[in-house]
């Protein structure tokens, strides 16, 4: 059987105290700053369809000087090959830890 690399966003749920931390030291960008690229990236993909690409996400990026190639492996590594996928496998774990704002 194939070895499934567990994402570390799934173990976001049950980190607090220090062990939270550490994660979003560990983040290749603010914490709000990730939220706000959800909130962006959820607001376009209203207008239109997910065209399987991290379209929204990097113009997120390169509009608030992020680091791009961090933040994109991020999001990848933790299963957001595309902007719906950010939305689908990210977004809701992120937010039932820190909130929708
Ligand atoms: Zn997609």
Known sequence: MPIVKKREIENLEQLSGEELQAFIDSLPAGQATISKLLDFVEDELYETE???????????MMDNRLDFPKLTSWLTENGGYCDCKVMEQIAPIWRAKFGDD
């Open 50 to 60: 997910c065209d399987h690409s991290l379209k929204r996400s990097m113009r997120f």
